[in-house]
């Protein structure tokens, strides 16, 4: 009898599923629409978090893929994926990119290649947010004024692990990986795994290798 009711549960909650994702895929094309949003094609489970202002520019290529809920990507991040472009920022996604619960915060620009994987609850801030004066900080609008911001690029075929925040002027080089939870305050090589708090160079790629099939836990991204 538990079989039964396991498999119509397991079989009702697939439809469950299918239904929401087409609902979140409706309601994200009106989204996209009231934010300006230049898209080609994409895919969604649940829905982002999305805000562009009224002179920011937000570009993504075809096949994207974005998780936004604990079910779609159940790792223990529970927050949808966050877009906010500021004013005279642009962020561009190219095609075949994969997020989940991602955070892209854009004050002056954020471009990511094509085929990037970007692991669940990663943060990217191309901004300080507030200065580094103590004093100005008192001050809200000289405060906003003063804080620094550098543009962020993520190079084709990169690989970066859940939990890890990307600092402001980094780039992060084609091929290469970040391992999960890491702080990455300085640009990264073509072709090389960095990885730690803050992050540091691990090895070199050799592409010629199935470097996935032979990443420990601490690379490991879903």
Not at 34 to 54: C, D, K, M, Q, W
Not at 69 to 80: D, F, K, M, T, V
Not at 91 to 108: E, F, M, P, Y
Request: aromatic share 10%.
């Amino acid at each position: 009898m538990q079989r039964v009711f396991t498999i119509f549960f397991k079989g009702t909650r697939r439809v469950a599923m299918l239904l929401s994702d087409l609902c979140s895929r409706i309601v994200c094309q009106v989204l996209f629409y009231l934010n300006g949003i230049h898209y080609e094609s994409f895919r969604t489970s649940g829905l982002p978090f999305i805000s562009v202002a009224s002179d920011g520019e937000f570009r993504i290529g075809s096949s994207f893929n974005m998780n936004n809920s604990l079910r779609s990507n159940p790792i223990g991040c529970a927050q949808p994926c966050i877009f906010f472009v500021d004013r005279g920022a642009s962020l561009i996604i190219g095609d075949h990119v994969g997020i989940s619960q991602t955070a892209l915060i854009c004050h002056i620009g954020i471009t990511i290649g094509d085929y990037v994987k970007i692991g669940g609850g990663v943060c990217i801030y191309d901004t300080d947010f507030h200065s580094l004066d103590p004093e100005l900080r008192r001050n809200p609008a000289l405060d906003f004024k003063q804080k620094i911001k550098k543009p962020i690029i993520i190079k084709d075929n990169a690989f970066i692990g859940a939990h890890s925040t990307i600092l402001k002027g980094v780039t992060i080089g084609k091929n290469s990986v970040i391992g999960s939870g890491s702080m990455v305050t300085k640009s990264i090589p073509d072709n090389e795994i960095w990885a730690g708090n803050p992050a540091k160079f691990v090895r070199k790629i050799n592409l010629t290798d199935q470097v996935t099939a032979k990443f420990t836990p601490l690379f490991q991204v879903k």
